[in-house]
């Protein structure tokens, strides 16, 4: 499969507890995406990584979430004490620098998200 | 925060009319992507135009840019039931390296 592999589809956990979800983008995609998307609306950016190093936080991104992306491969997207507002869904795209290191945008390649419930 | 507004919100035609959509954004670009999403799933992406190309070809889709409007337009021709999705803009400002979404066009094509 030489999509984006989001993990799990769904997901539906009591407020108060801890999440974790998981992107493994395009092998050879170096950039990394995560998007928030609430219903009739259009995704929201979170946070995305270059490699390892992650570039930019948006200020949606309280402290109870965090990302992180080792050895610049797949990522993983925590949240802490989930909220009833946080429920929604969680989608992860990658793209390709085309071996510029900046100043080159391609189109995201999505996977088909995660989709989260706190009741 | 939004940077970019489709409008209309949402439209619905007969299949094998042309729909439009147009997007608004509001500071200079690198490049403005549409997208489309069924619903429940994720977005895909169909076409990607520069902010010196004025209009891009793909199959049934044609989209036209104008940075000095700050506006966009795509527009699918001979539209079918299976177009039946949102459809979103996105646009890269100058000097950044994401992508920010609108708000999205509901297109529903009745057969």
């Known amino acids: 499969d030489t999509g984006v592999s ?10 108060g507890q801890n999440v974790t979800f998981r992107c493994d983008p395009i092998s050879e995609h170096n950039r ?4 928030r998307q609430t219903l009739g609306q259009g995704p929201e950016f979170l946070t995305y990584f270059q490699n390892e190093a992650q570039l930019e936080k948006s200020r949606l991104l309280s402290d109870r979430f965090s990302a992180e992306r080792p050895k610049g491969s797949f990522s993983t997207l925590e949240i802490q004490r989930t909220e009833q507002g946080d429920s929604a869904m969680y989608l992860c795209a990658s793209s390709s620098t085309g071996g510029a290191s900046h100043g080159v945008n391609y189109g995201y390649t999505f996977g088909s998200g995660t989709r989260l419930t706190v009741v | 925060s939004q940077q970019g507004e489709e ?28 997208y489309r999403q069924n619903s429940g799933r994720g977005l895909v992406h169909l076409i990607l135009i520069r902010s010196n190309e004025r209009e891009k070809h793909s199959g049934r889709l044609r989209v036209t840019l104008d940075t000095s409007k700050k506006s966009s337009s795509l527009l699918i021709t001979a539209s079918r039931a299976a177009d039946t999705a949102s459809y979103f803009c996105a646009t890269d400002a100058e000097g ?12 529903k094509v009745l057969a």
């Open chain 2, 7 to 34: 409008d209309p919100q949402a439209l619905s035609i007969q299949e094998g009319e042309n729909a439009t959509m147009n997007c608004s954004y509001k500071t200079s670009i690198n490049n403005l992507q549409w």
């Open chain 1, 6 to 15: 989001q993990n799990p589809r769904h997901k539906i956990t009591k407020r």
């Open chain 2, 96 to 107: 950044t390296y994401k992508y920010i979404f609108g708000t999205g066009t509901r297109l």
């Open chain 1, 32 to 35: 990394l995406y995560w998007y």
